[in-house]
């Protein structure tokens, strides 16, 4: 009976200690040489230091504002993809792994394919100079044409991870029973209907999950914007390499990365309010 009781933390223990050794710790590292200043002093000193450089307000603003576009586009795209998938009576398979190909392409090479794409001998200006829309090369990418850098970071980044939130939307989707939307069809619910009404309410846990998860990554974007931008796209996740690798300020760039978890612990919260079952309250 003991060992009945004890097998399943015998179990999570591997997953406990692998947390411990590799998250825990190195948090808890991160988070005392943030606030530890030059001469060993607690405070925030190296907040100070990083709020001073030219940098920090662009990177916040840069990186709030690619969040704030791609995920709602994001979202948007992979509903419509999910609900696209699930009506399928056949192919479903074939076609959900097409969606989600790019999950497979890491962050680095996403950058890569649509630099090649862009940039002024890629394929996007061969093609419009073969149907003679352009004389010659357009350099879309440079450091005066900051709404074209944005425009490229955020195709990239919908390209890229929009997967992602298909993947838990098709899940939960799957998790909703059937019935329902026979029941609600043979009242005369059209799709849109049948849409709001049950598959919304009923995809929340899995809309909460893939919102958070989503949000958070869009603050760590680092590779897509280096390849296409390069520093004059300043975000969070850019200066916190900065500050680590070439100006050699490790308590700089723990500073940095106690503001991404700061912006990630505050929008998980709002999005678990925001899309919080309201009907428990009223039950209650």
Same mark, same amino acid.
């Given at each position: 009976m003991n060992n009945v009781r004890t097998l399943p933390y015998l179990l999570l223990l591997p997953a406990t200690a692998f947390l411990l050794v590799f998250f825990l710790l190195p948090f808890f590292g991160v988070a005392v040489e943030a606030f530890t200043g030059p001469g060993g002093e607690l405070g925030f000193a190296n907040f100070q230091s990083i709020a001073f450089d030219w940098k920090f307000w662009p990177a916040i603003t840069n990186t709030l504002t690619l969040t704030a576009l791609v995920v709602p586009i994001q979202l948007a795209l992979a509903l419509a993809m999910a609900s696209l998938v699930m009506s399928l009576k056949a192919g479903r398979d074939v076609v959900l792994y097409i969606f989600t190909i790019p999950l497979g392409i890491s962050d680095l090479a996403a950058g890569i394919v649509w630099l090649a794409i862009l940039e002024q001998n890629g394929f996007l200006n061969g093609f419009l100079h073969a149907l003679g829309l352009?004389?010659?090369?357009?350099?879309? /990418?440079?450091?005066?044409?900051?709404? @074209? /850098?944005?425009?490229?970071?955020?195709? @990239?980044?919908?390209?890229?991870?929009?997967?992602?939130i298909l993947v838990i939307l098709v899940a939960g989707m799957g998790l909703i029973p059937k019935e329902y939307h026979e029941a609600a069809e043979v009242f005369g619910a059209g799709r849109w209907t049948r849409f709001r009404k049950i598959t919304l309410p009923l995809l929340r846990p899995s809309l909460q999950t893939a919102l958070i998860l989503r949000v958070i990554l869009s603050f760590e974007v680092f590779a897509v914007v280096a390849v296409l931008a390069g520093s004059n796209l300043p975000v969070l996740m850019g200066e916190t390499f900065e500050w680590q690798f070439n100006l050699q300020d490790s308590k700089g760039a723990a500073a940095y990365a106690m503001i991404v978890l700061g912006l990630s612990i505050a929008f998980t919260v709002a999005i678990l309010w925001l899309l919080r079952d309201r009907t428990k309250g009223e039950t209650a």
């Open positions: 352009i004389d010659g090369p357009q350099n879309l /990418l440079t450091y005066n044409n900051l709404p @074209a /850098l944005f425009v490229a970071v955020v195709a @990239a980044e919908i390209w890229r991870a929009t997967a992602i």
